[in-house]
């Protein structure tokens, strides 16, 4: 593989939650019943007439804003003409000439290293059916057909496998914190197209492309990825022919099948939407779109926050733990991680439940891992404790009273306790100077027992030893 140069660019298809479809009022709701979310403009009855869905709008300009990119202030269609069975009109409006947003990039981070992947376009445009295949039988499903998307267009810049499997997981996080998409892509509203082609290093004319599609997952997408670049070095290396192929990928044997070979660019004859007139984006419109916190903002965040590396990728991968997280009003991030993690997010995981619904009120939280900082409660019993929160059912000091948690730290309470013990056990003590480790453990262990376990070990431990060593 070091013989060539990797070049990849990434097509995504992204399915926006808005209420309704690109171009009608039927419900954007691809969990209804089959072909119960349709009408006559997503079923291309003659003489119905598209109109365009501002949130989707609105979603595609966040988005622009998100990657960099500049904005159009006008909304241009434009038609894509070609004959599918899951295409009732036999063409789909797109954004072909000028794209809602253009020239933008997004930082991905593999193996330690930052890189910036720029972009060429995302545009809006209308999904098409859902096809489903079973045995010698396709059935469509038409609650998708209309569904809004935003295609998001790399540059060819993109040059491993990881990089790739990283900008797409970039761009579903970005989606999933501007809140415009669920982004799944084993549920199909992300999708990737992915184009490769090899050329030697130094030259400038790209190789032949191959465009992988049907890939389910992130993982899936890398995998596929470099068994092509593998498969098409081997070719390479061997004089053998690349032909302009578009495959899937067979995930059970790892590999890229053949779907069909393009034998030149297909021609969409593409032309002006007739029936959508060229619309004005107000700029107070572009203006008033506000964007939350981005994915590589939250890590660069965490990082400055002291949280390891395992941590932060776990947070920024779950927006809403990461927001749970952020919600405990406790100072030190760094020491409060190590506690969330080790207990909570453990709890969740032994239950099955997002965290979240464990439903423990994040003051609490905080509550108890101060009351340990004070010495008034055990890291023991920090575990003991965090479990009873669950479902806001116990208050931390409810449950400390309650169980006689809380901790003696007072000295003037441990004295008299440590003299009575020293007293009661002259000769065991007089055996300090010579077995001094055997001695203060008997000592605490006593002080132990008849505290109920209530003494401040790390206290007691310093007093102790104060007692014995001034005999």
Known sequence: MNNFEVVIGIEIHLELNTKTKM???????????????????????????????????????????????????????????????????????????????????????????????????????????????????????????????????????????????????????????LNISDAKMEEGSLRADVNISLRPYGQKEFGVKVEIKNMNSISNAQKAIEFEIALQTKKLLTNQVITMDTKRFDAENSATITMRTKTGATDYKYFPEPNIPVITIPQEMIDSVQLPELPWETTARFEKLGLNQEYVNSLVADLSMAKYFDSIPYEDKEKLAKVFF??????????????????????????????????????????????????????????????????????????????????????????????????????????????????????SNKLVVEKLEAL
């Not at 400390?400 to 009661?424: A, N, V, Y």
């Open 23 to 177: 171009f009608s009022a039927s419900a954007n709701n691809y969990e209804a019943q089959p072909n119960t979310n349709v009408n006559s403009i997503d079923l291309g009855f003659p003489g119905s007439l598209p109109t365009v869905n501002k949130q989707a709008v609105l979603h595609g300009i966040m988005l622009g804003k998100a990657l960099k990119m500049d904005i159009d202030n006008e909304l241009h269609f434009d038609r894509k003409n070609y004959y599918y069975p899951d295409l009732p009109k036999g063409y789909q409006i797109t954004q072909q000439r000028r794209p809602i947003g253009a020239n933008g990039s997004i930082p991905i981070t593999v193996d330690g290293i930052t890189k910036e992947i720029s972009l060429e376009r995302i545009h809006l445009e209308e999904d098409t059916a859902k096809q489903i295949h079973s045995g010698e039988t396709s059935q469509l499903n038409y609650n998708r057909a209309g569904v809004p998307l935003l295609e998001i267009v790399t540059d060819p810049v993109i040059r491993s496998g990881k990089e790739a499997a990283a900008y797409i997981d970039a761009i579903r996080k970005t989606a999933k914190a």
């Open 342 to 459: 080790s207990e909570i997010v453990q709890l969740s995981n032994s239950k099955s439940i997002p965290v979240t619904e464990l439903n423990i009120d994040p003051a609490e939280i905080a509550r108890a891992i101060t009351l340990t900082d004070k010495g008034d409660i055990s890291g023991k019993h920090l575990k003991k404790i965090l479990p009873l929160l669950i479902d806001k059912k116990e208050t931390v000091d409810k449950i400390i009273e309650e169980k006689g948690m809380k901790q003696i730290s007072d000295s003037s309470i441990l004295f008299p306790i440590i003299d009575k013990i020293i007293l009661e056990n002259e000769k065991l003590v007089a055996e300090y100077g010579s077995r001094p480790e055997r001695v203060t453990k008997f000592i605490l262990g006593t002080l132990m027992k008849q505290t109920r376990g209530q003494a401040n070990p790390i206290v």
